[in-house]
Protein backbone atom coordinates (compact mmCIF):
# COMPACT_ATOMS: atom_id res chain seq x y z
CA UNK A 1 0.00 0.00 0.00
CA UNK A 2 1.55 3.72 -0.60
CA UNK A 3 1.63 6.07 1.68
CA UNK A 4 1.59 9.87 1.46
CA UNK A 5 1.48 13.15 3.82
CA UNK A 6 -1.10 14.28 1.70
CA UNK A 7 -3.56 13.26 -1.16
CA UNK A 8 -5.39 15.53 -3.07
CA UNK A 9 -8.56 14.23 -5.19
CA UNK A 10 -9.36 16.30 -7.97
CA UNK A 11 -6.01 17.18 -10.83
CA UNK A 12 -7.24 20.22 -11.95
CA UNK A 13 -6.02 23.94 -11.55
CA UNK A 14 -7.02 24.41 -8.08
CA UNK A 15 -5.98 20.54 -7.08
CA UNK A 16 -2.10 21.34 -8.65
CA UNK A 17 -2.14 24.92 -6.98
CA UNK A 18 -2.69 22.95 -3.73
CA UNK A 19 0.16 20.18 -4.79
CA UNK A 20 2.79 22.64 -5.74
CA UNK A 21 2.47 24.84 -2.87
CA UNK A 22 2.72 21.70 0.03
CA UNK A 23 5.49 19.90 -2.21
CA UNK A 24 7.87 22.80 -2.37
CA UNK A 25 7.80 22.79 1.59
CA UNK A 26 9.00 19.03 1.32
CA UNK A 27 5.69 17.06 1.66
CA UNK A 28 4.86 13.59 -0.04
CA UNK A 29 1.64 14.55 -2.00
CA UNK A 30 0.03 12.74 -4.64
CA UNK A 31 -2.78 13.94 -6.68
CA UNK A 32 -5.57 11.60 -8.49
CA UNK A 33 -6.97 12.72 -11.25
CA UNK A 34 -9.97 10.46 -13.29
CA UNK A 35 -9.15 11.92 -16.59
CA UNK A 36 -6.28 13.91 -17.88
CA UNK A 37 -4.99 16.70 -15.68
CA UNK A 38 -6.74 20.23 -16.48
CA UNK A 39 -9.71 18.40 -18.72
CA UNK A 40 -12.54 19.70 -16.63
CA UNK A 41 -13.66 22.94 -15.74
CA UNK A 42 -9.79 24.36 -16.12
CA UNK A 43 -9.87 23.25 -19.91
CA UNK A 44 -13.09 24.70 -20.43
CA UNK A 45 -12.16 28.24 -19.24
CA UNK A 46 -11.12 31.69 -20.52
CA UNK A 47 -8.13 32.63 -18.18
CA UNK A 48 -9.98 35.88 -16.93
CA UNK A 49 -8.26 37.30 -13.49
CA UNK A 50 -11.21 39.58 -13.27
CA UNK A 51 -10.91 40.08 -9.44
CA UNK A 52 -12.56 43.85 -10.10
CA UNK A 53 -14.68 42.95 -13.04
CA UNK A 54 -16.65 40.21 -11.50
CA UNK A 55 -16.39 40.84 -7.88
CA UNK A 56 -19.32 43.64 -6.76
CA UNK A 57 -18.65 43.83 -2.74
CA UNK A 58 -15.61 45.21 -1.10
CA UNK A 59 -15.78 42.35 1.44
CA UNK A 60 -13.47 39.10 2.24
CA UNK A 61 -14.17 37.63 -0.99
CA UNK A 62 -13.00 40.23 -2.98
CA UNK A 63 -9.58 40.73 -1.12
CA UNK A 64 -9.13 37.12 -1.10
CA UNK A 65 -9.72 37.52 -5.27
CA UNK A 66 -6.99 40.24 -5.47
CA UNK A 67 -4.60 38.96 -3.32
CA UNK A 68 -4.65 35.79 -5.37
CA UNK A 69 -4.29 37.90 -8.61
CA UNK A 70 -1.26 39.41 -7.64
CA UNK A 71 -0.13 36.26 -6.37
CA UNK A 72 0.34 35.65 -10.76
CA UNK A 73 3.23 37.93 -11.27
CA UNK A 74 4.95 35.78 -9.03
CA UNK A 75 3.75 32.78 -9.77
CA UNK A 76 4.56 33.77 -13.69
CA UNK A 77 8.57 33.67 -13.25
CA UNK A 78 8.76 31.37 -10.06
CA UNK A 79 6.63 28.45 -12.80
CA UNK A 80 8.81 28.94 -15.52
CA UNK A 81 12.09 28.09 -13.67
CA UNK A 82 10.74 25.19 -12.07
CA UNK A 83 8.72 23.81 -15.35
CA UNK A 84 9.63 25.57 -18.29
CA UNK A 85 6.26 26.57 -19.12
CA UNK A 86 5.22 30.14 -19.75
CA UNK A 87 1.85 30.22 -17.84
CA UNK A 88 0.71 33.43 -21.01
CA UNK A 89 -0.15 35.74 -18.20
CA UNK A 90 -1.54 39.33 -19.90
CA UNK A 91 -1.46 42.33 -18.29
CA UNK A 92 -2.96 45.05 -20.54
CA UNK A 93 -5.99 45.30 -18.27
CA UNK A 94 -9.73 45.08 -18.95
CA UNK A 95 -12.56 47.27 -20.02
CA UNK A 96 -15.69 46.84 -18.70
CA UNK A 97 -18.56 48.49 -21.36
CA UNK A 98 -21.54 50.36 -20.22
CA UNK A 99 -23.74 49.80 -22.92
CA UNK A 100 -26.95 52.07 -21.33
CA UNK A 101 -26.30 55.49 -19.25
CA UNK A 102 -27.69 54.13 -16.43
CA UNK A 103 -24.98 51.51 -16.90
CA UNK A 104 -22.26 54.69 -17.45
CA UNK A 105 -23.86 56.23 -14.10
CA UNK A 106 -23.12 52.49 -12.46
CA UNK A 107 -19.81 52.41 -13.29
CA UNK A 108 -18.41 55.83 -12.63
CA UNK A 109 -20.16 55.57 -9.28
CA UNK A 110 -18.15 52.85 -8.78
CA UNK A 111 -14.63 54.79 -9.46
CA UNK A 112 -15.29 56.33 -6.08
CA UNK A 113 -14.84 53.20 -4.18
CA UNK A 114 -11.75 51.27 -5.71
CA UNK A 115 -8.25 53.35 -6.69
CA UNK A 116 -6.99 51.38 -9.42
CA UNK A 117 -10.15 51.70 -11.54
CA UNK A 118 -10.95 54.77 -14.14
CA UNK A 119 -14.14 55.42 -15.84
CA UNK A 120 -13.12 56.12 -19.50
CA UNK A 121 -15.77 58.37 -21.35
CA UNK A 122 -16.39 57.00 -25.44
CA UNK A 123 -14.29 58.81 -27.10
CA UNK A 124 -11.22 57.38 -25.12
CA UNK A 125 -12.56 53.61 -25.52
CA UNK A 126 -12.68 54.14 -29.23
CA UNK A 127 -9.52 55.30 -29.84
CA UNK A 128 -8.22 52.93 -27.62
CA UNK A 129 -10.49 50.31 -29.51
CA UNK A 130 -11.38 51.09 -32.73
CA UNK A 131 -13.03 47.84 -33.29
CA UNK A 132 -15.75 48.85 -30.87
CA UNK A 133 -18.76 49.74 -31.69
CA UNK A 134 -19.32 53.58 -31.63
CA UNK A 135 -23.17 52.57 -29.46
CA UNK A 136 -21.09 52.34 -26.25
CA UNK A 137 -21.62 54.91 -23.29
CA UNK A 138 -17.61 54.30 -22.24
CA UNK A 139 -16.32 52.26 -20.06
CA UNK A 140 -14.37 51.12 -16.54
CA UNK A 141 -11.13 50.91 -17.05
CA UNK A 142 -9.47 48.05 -14.89
CA UNK A 143 -5.56 48.00 -15.76
CA UNK A 144 -5.08 44.88 -13.22
CA UNK A 145 -7.33 42.70 -14.51
CA UNK A 146 -5.48 40.72 -17.15
CA UNK A 147 -5.36 36.92 -18.38
CA UNK A 148 -3.42 33.88 -18.26
CA UNK A 149 -3.41 30.51 -20.24
CA UNK A 150 -5.53 28.07 -18.08
CA UNK A 151 -4.15 24.92 -19.39
CA UNK A 152 -0.47 26.04 -19.14
CA UNK A 153 -1.10 27.30 -15.79
CA UNK A 154 -2.02 24.04 -14.66
CA UNK A 155 0.91 22.19 -16.31
CA UNK A 156 3.07 24.12 -15.02
CA UNK A 157 1.42 23.79 -11.64
CA UNK A 158 1.75 19.62 -12.29
CA UNK A 159 4.89 20.10 -13.55
CA UNK A 160 6.54 22.14 -10.33
CA UNK A 161 4.63 20.00 -8.21
CA UNK A 162 6.48 17.12 -9.73
CA UNK A 163 9.44 18.80 -9.72
CA UNK A 164 9.36 18.66 -6.04
CA UNK A 165 8.72 15.07 -5.95
CA UNK A 166 4.91 15.26 -5.78
CA UNK A 167 3.22 11.95 -7.46
CA UNK A 168 0.17 13.08 -10.40
CA UNK A 169 -1.71 9.99 -10.98
CA UNK A 170 -4.32 10.46 -14.26
CA UNK A 171 -7.14 8.10 -15.26
CA UNK A 172 -7.24 6.95 -11.01
CA UNK A 173 -10.69 8.19 -10.00
CA UNK A 174 -11.43 7.70 -5.77
CA UNK A 175 -14.09 5.49 -5.19
CA UNK A 176 -13.86 6.08 -1.79
CA UNK A 177 -12.29 7.74 1.22
CA UNK A 178 -12.18 6.49 4.28
CA UNK A 179 -10.95 7.05 7.97
CA UNK A 180 -9.18 4.26 9.03
CA UNK A 181 -7.00 5.66 12.10
CA UNK A 182 -6.83 9.61 13.91
CA UNK A 183 -4.45 10.28 11.29
CA UNK A 184 -5.02 8.51 8.41
CA UNK A 185 -7.12 8.12 5.49
CA UNK A 186 -7.53 5.00 3.00
CA UNK A 187 -8.37 6.25 -0.61
CA UNK A 188 -9.67 3.50 -2.97
CA UNK A 189 -9.04 3.30 -6.58
CA UNK A 190 -9.45 1.03 -9.37
CA UNK A 191 -5.99 0.32 -9.39
CA UNK A 192 -4.57 0.23 -5.83
CA UNK A 193 -5.48 1.38 -2.36
CA UNK A 194 -3.36 4.20 -0.74
CA UNK A 195 -3.13 6.01 2.47
CA UNK A 196 -2.30 9.70 3.96
CA UNK A 197 -2.39 11.69 6.14
CA UNK A 198 -3.94 14.59 5.30
CA UNK A 199 -6.96 14.74 2.26
CA UNK A 200 -8.19 17.42 0.23
CA UNK A 201 -11.03 17.28 -1.96
CA UNK A 202 -10.40 19.64 -4.56
CA UNK A 203 -13.08 17.76 -6.79
CA UNK A 204 -14.68 20.42 -8.62
CA UNK A 205 -18.33 20.00 -8.72
CA UNK A 206 -17.83 16.30 -9.01
CA UNK A 207 -17.03 17.05 -5.15
CA UNK A 208 -20.37 16.51 -4.39
CA UNK A 209 -20.01 12.93 -4.47
CA UNK A 210 -17.65 13.10 -1.12
CA UNK A 211 -19.74 15.75 0.81
CA UNK A 212 -22.07 13.00 0.76
CA UNK A 213 -19.85 10.32 1.56
CA UNK A 214 -18.14 12.29 4.35
CA UNK A 215 -21.46 13.49 5.84
CA UNK A 216 -20.78 17.56 4.90
CA UNK A 217 -24.44 18.81 4.22
CA UNK A 218 -23.55 21.58 2.23
CA UNK A 219 -23.34 20.90 -1.43
CA UNK A 220 -22.70 22.12 -4.73
CA UNK A 221 -24.25 22.05 -8.18
CA UNK A 222 -23.14 22.59 -11.94
CA UNK A 223 -23.54 25.71 -13.93
CA UNK A 224 -22.71 24.94 -17.78
CA UNK A 225 -20.70 27.72 -19.48
CA UNK A 226 -20.62 27.34 -23.22
CA UNK A 227 -18.02 29.57 -25.28
CA UNK A 228 -16.14 29.64 -28.34
CA UNK A 229 -13.03 30.92 -30.29
CA UNK A 230 -12.43 32.86 -33.18
CA UNK A 231 -10.05 34.26 -35.63
CA UNK A 232 -9.90 37.30 -37.66
CA UNK A 233 -7.33 40.00 -39.52
CA UNK A 234 -9.82 42.64 -39.41
CA UNK A 235 -10.42 43.17 -35.17
CA UNK A 236 -7.56 43.89 -32.92
CA UNK A 237 -7.63 44.32 -29.08
CA UNK A 238 -5.26 44.93 -26.66
CA UNK A 239 -7.79 44.68 -23.63
CA UNK A 240 -10.05 41.91 -22.88
CA UNK A 241 -13.75 43.44 -23.15
CA UNK A 242 -16.37 42.43 -20.61
CA UNK A 243 -19.98 43.62 -20.66
CA UNK A 244 -23.53 41.64 -18.91
CA UNK A 245 -21.57 38.95 -17.70
CA UNK A 246 -19.99 38.30 -20.75
CA UNK A 247 -16.07 38.41 -22.18
CA UNK A 248 -13.81 38.51 -25.24
CA UNK A 249 -10.25 37.79 -24.19
CA UNK A 250 -7.79 38.38 -26.69
CA UNK A 251 -5.15 35.12 -26.49
CA UNK A 252 -2.30 37.41 -28.00
CA UNK A 253 -1.40 34.67 -31.38
CA UNK A 254 -5.10 35.76 -33.32
CA UNK A 255 -7.49 34.12 -31.16
CA UNK A 256 -10.33 35.22 -29.42
CA UNK A 257 -12.21 33.46 -26.61
CA UNK A 258 -15.60 34.57 -26.23
CA UNK A 259 -17.70 33.07 -23.17
CA UNK A 260 -19.80 32.46 -21.24
CA UNK A 261 -23.29 31.13 -21.09
CA UNK A 262 -24.78 30.18 -17.86
CA UNK A 263 -27.18 27.10 -17.47
CA UNK A 264 -28.22 25.83 -14.14
CA UNK A 265 -28.63 22.17 -13.31
CA UNK A 266 -27.02 20.67 -16.86
CA UNK A 267 -24.82 18.33 -16.36
CA UNK A 268 -23.91 17.68 -20.08
CA UNK A 269 -20.34 19.11 -21.28
CA UNK A 270 -21.37 19.40 -24.91
CA UNK A 271 -22.23 22.99 -26.25
CA UNK A 272 -25.58 23.84 -27.89
CA UNK A 273 -26.79 25.99 -30.93
CA UNK A 274 -29.07 27.83 -28.61
CA UNK A 275 -26.11 28.57 -25.97
CA UNK A 276 -23.54 29.51 -28.65
CA UNK A 277 -26.38 31.60 -30.33
CA UNK A 278 -26.87 33.51 -27.37
CA UNK A 279 -23.42 34.52 -27.17
CA UNK A 280 -23.39 35.47 -30.34
CA UNK A 281 -26.41 37.58 -30.09
CA UNK A 282 -24.36 39.58 -26.85
CA UNK A 283 -21.31 40.05 -28.98
CA UNK A 284 -22.25 41.31 -32.79
CA UNK A 285 -23.38 44.75 -31.44
CA UNK A 286 -20.30 44.96 -29.75
CA UNK A 287 -17.87 43.62 -32.29
CA UNK A 288 -19.73 44.45 -35.72
CA UNK A 289 -16.77 42.52 -37.87
CA UNK A 290 -17.04 39.47 -36.07
CA UNK A 291 -20.24 38.35 -38.80
CA UNK A 292 -16.30 38.18 -41.49
CA UNK A 293 -14.62 36.43 -38.66
CA UNK A 294 -13.48 32.62 -38.28
CA UNK A 295 -15.13 30.46 -36.05
CA UNK A 296 -12.37 28.32 -35.11
CA UNK A 297 -13.90 25.91 -31.72
CA UNK A 298 -16.78 25.62 -29.33
CA UNK A 299 -16.71 23.77 -25.70
CA UNK A 300 -18.55 24.20 -22.48
CA UNK A 301 -17.76 23.29 -18.61
CA UNK A 302 -19.24 22.67 -15.68
CA UNK A 303 -18.62 25.71 -13.08
CA UNK A 304 -19.20 24.38 -9.37
CA UNK A 305 -21.27 26.66 -7.58
CA UNK A 306 -21.73 27.36 -4.27
CA UNK A 307 -25.48 28.38 -2.58
CA UNK A 308 -24.05 31.82 -1.87
CA UNK A 309 -21.60 32.01 -5.03
CA UNK A 310 -18.17 31.95 -2.53
CA UNK A 311 -15.75 28.74 -2.57
CA UNK A 312 -15.43 25.92 0.20
CA UNK A 313 -11.84 26.58 1.60
CA UNK A 314 -11.64 24.90 4.64
CA UNK A 315 -11.07 21.73 6.77
CA UNK A 316 -13.96 19.53 7.58
CA UNK A 317 -16.65 19.93 9.68
CA UNK A 318 -15.66 17.43 12.67
CA UNK A 319 -12.93 15.32 10.92
CA UNK A 320 -9.14 16.58 11.58
CA UNK A 321 -6.96 16.55 8.54
CA UNK A 322 -9.55 16.26 5.88
CA UNK A 323 -10.21 19.97 3.72
CA UNK A 324 -12.59 20.90 0.90
CA UNK A 325 -11.04 22.98 -1.58
CA UNK A 326 -14.09 23.65 -3.86
CA UNK A 327 -17.20 25.81 -5.53
CA UNK A 328 -15.03 28.44 -7.09
CA UNK A 329 -18.04 28.56 -9.54
CA UNK A 330 -17.10 31.63 -12.43
CA UNK A 331 -13.32 32.46 -10.58
CA UNK A 332 -11.42 29.10 -10.79
CA UNK A 333 -8.52 30.59 -12.39
CA UNK A 334 -8.39 33.86 -10.27
CA UNK A 335 -8.24 31.85 -7.05
CA UNK A 336 -5.97 29.17 -7.69
CA UNK A 337 -3.09 30.65 -6.09
CA UNK A 338 -4.59 32.26 -3.02
CA UNK A 339 -6.94 28.79 -2.57
CA UNK A 340 -2.82 26.52 -2.71
CA UNK A 341 -1.55 28.67 -0.23
CA UNK A 342 -4.75 28.78 2.32
CA UNK A 343 -5.03 25.00 2.14
CA UNK A 344 -1.05 24.84 2.63
CA UNK A 345 -1.10 26.79 5.88
CA UNK A 346 -4.18 24.99 7.18
CA UNK A 347 -2.02 21.43 7.01
CA UNK A 348 1.28 22.89 8.17
CA UNK A 349 -0.98 25.07 11.42
CA UNK A 350 0.28 28.28 10.18
CA UNK A 351 -1.82 30.94 10.81
CA UNK A 352 -4.57 31.87 8.99
CA UNK A 353 -6.64 35.54 8.67
CA UNK A 354 -9.68 34.70 10.23
CA UNK A 355 -12.05 36.40 8.13
CA UNK A 356 -10.97 33.94 5.04
CA UNK A 357 -11.76 30.97 7.16
CA UNK A 358 -14.91 32.15 8.20
CA UNK A 359 -15.85 33.94 4.99
CA UNK A 360 -15.12 29.98 3.31
CA UNK A 361 -15.58 27.33 6.36
CA UNK A 362 -17.97 24.55 5.04
CA UNK A 363 -20.36 25.15 8.07
CA UNK A 364 -20.56 28.96 7.46
CA UNK A 365 -24.12 29.45 7.37
CA UNK A 366 -24.56 27.61 10.47
CA UNK A 367 -22.13 29.87 12.38
CA UNK A 368 -24.60 32.75 10.74
CA UNK A 369 -27.55 31.62 12.25
CA UNK A 370 -26.03 31.36 15.97
CA UNK A 371 -24.67 35.03 15.62
Known sequence: MNHYD???????????????????????????????IGKGATSAAAGMLGANSELENNDAFFSFAKESQRQYH???EELLQYSQINIQLVDNGMYKLALTDSEA??????????????????DIVL????????????????PEDGHVSPIHVCAAFAKSASHFGA??????????????????????????????????????????????ELGVQSGLKPVKGECFSFQSSEIHLERTLFFDHCYIVPKGDGRFVVGASMVENDWSTEPTLGGIQSLFEKVI????????????????????????GKPYIGKHPTEENLYFATGHYRNGILLAP?????IRDFILKRTQQEEYVNAFSLDRKLVKMMR
Open 338 to 342: KTGTM
Open 105 to 122: ESLQHTTKHHQAIEWHPK
Open 285 to 308: PILPNIKSAKLLETWAGLRPQTDD
Open 74 to 76: KLC
Open 6 to 36: VGIVGGGIIGQSIAYQLAKEGLAVVVFESNR
Open 167 to 212: TILENTPVQRIQKVANDEYRLSTPHANFTCEHVVVANGVWSNYFFN
Open 127 to 142: NNEPNVTNEIKGALYI
